[in-house]
C-alpha cells in the first residue's frame, strides 16, 4: 500500500535548538513572628515607664553627684599638681638661707630662712600657678572676693580674679590700703566689694600674722565677713595659729619644710634673670 505525501511522521531537524536560561526563584519570604504578642496599649505604657525612669529625680540627683565626685576628684588632682610646681618655683626663686648672716624679718625678727615670694609672683608660670592653687581653694567657699594687705596680696588677688573669669565664676580682687587716703574717698580698702559680702584674705608669707591680721580686721570694720585666709608659704613659726586664733581658718599653698626638702634634693641653677 502507498503511502501518500503528508501522512507520514515530521521530519526531525539535525540541529538542536538554543536552550533558554531559567529565571531565578524569587527569594523564599518567611513571616517573623513576633516575641511578644503586647497590644499598641502596652507598648506605649512601657515606652512611658521607661522615659519616666530616665527623667526620675533620683536617678538625675545620683547621675549629679557622680559628676560632682569626678570634677572633686580631678580638681583635686589638679590642685596637687600645682601646688608641687609652685613649690619647685618658690624653692628655685624665692627662698635662701644664710645661717651666718640672718635676715631681718618684717615682723622684727632675725632668721636664717628667707623668702621673697615676688620674685615667683611677678613671673608669669608662677603667676599663673598661684592663680590657679587660690581659684581651687577660694571657689568652693562661695565668696565674692579676695584680697588682702598691700603689697604681698596685691598679686595673689589679682591672679586668682584672673583665673576666676577664665573658669566661668568670677571673684572681685581688692586691696587693703596700710593707710586710709587721706583725700578723696579716704577708703581704707579699694575694690568693688560691700558690706556683708563674703571674703578672703590673702598673704604671700606668714611668720607671726601680723599682715593677715591688720587684712582681717580692715575687713570686719568695713563689715565684710571673711571667711578664710589663704598664703602662700607658711613658716611654720605661729602665725597660722595667731589667725586661726582670731576665728579664721588658714589654708597653706606650701610650708617652709616643704620648700626646703625641694630645695635642697635639688639645687637651684645659677640666676640670670635678676
Not at 515530521?10 to 513572628?33: G, I, K, M, N
Not at 521607661?50 to 549629679?64: C, L
Not at 557622680?66 to 570634677?71: F, W, Y
Amino acid at each position: 500500500m502507498r503511502i501518500g505525501v503528508g501522512m507520514g511522521p515530521a521530519r526531525r531537524s539535525c540541529q538542536t535548538a538554543p536552550s533558554v536560561p531559567r529565571a531565578p526563584a524569587p527569594p523564599r519570604v518567611v513571616p517573623r513572628t513576633p516575641r511578644s504578642s503586647q497590644s499598641g496599649e502596652e507598648a506605649e505604657e512601657k515606652t512611658a515607664r521607661r522615659g519616666a525612669r530616665a527623667i526620675s529625680p533620683i536617678a538625675g540627683e545620683r547621675s549629679g553627684l557622680r559628676a560632682a565626685r569626678r570634677s572633686a576628684t580631678l580638681g583635686a588632682m589638679e590642685l596637687a599638681t600645682d601646688r608641687a610646681r609652685l613649690i619647685e618655683l618658690l624653692a628655685a626663686r624665692s627662698f635662701r638661707y644664710q645661717p651666718a648672716a640672718p635676715f631681718r624679718l618684717a615682723s622684727g625678727r632675725t632668721s636664717p630662712y628667707y623668702f621673697n615670694c615676688k620674685t615667683t609672683l611677678y613671673h608669669p608660670e608662677g603667676l599663673v600657678v598661684v592663680g590657679r592653687c587660690l581659684f581651687a581653694v577660694v571657689a568652693p567657699l562661695g565668696v565674692a572676693a579676695i584680697g588682702g594687705l598691700t603689697l604681698g596680696a596685691d598679686p595673689l588677688a589679682f591672679a586668682c580674679a584672673y583665673c576666676s573669669e577664665v573658669q566661668g565664676n568670677p571673684i572681685e580682687p581688692f586691696v587693703v590700703r596700710k593707710q586710709a587716703k587721706d583725700h578723696g574717698t579716704c577708703l581704707p580698702i579699694e575694690g568693688n566689694v560691700v558690706a556683708g559680702d563674703r571674703v578672703v584674705v590673702v598673704d604671700d608669707v606668714i611668720t607671726t600674722g601680723g599682715s593677715a591680721l591688720k587684712a582681717i580686721a580692715a575687713c570686719r570694720a568695713a563689715r565684710l565677713e571673711v571667711v578664710h585666709c589663704c598664703v602662700v608659704v607658711d613658716r611654720q613659726e605661729g602665725g597660722r595659729e595667731a589667725i586661726e586664733a582670731a576665728g579664721v581658718a588658714v589654708t597653706a599653698l606650701a610650708t617652709r619644710t616643704e620648700v626646703m626638702a625641694v630645695r635642697t634634693a635639688t639645687p637651684p641653677p645659677p640666676r640670670h634673670d635678676r
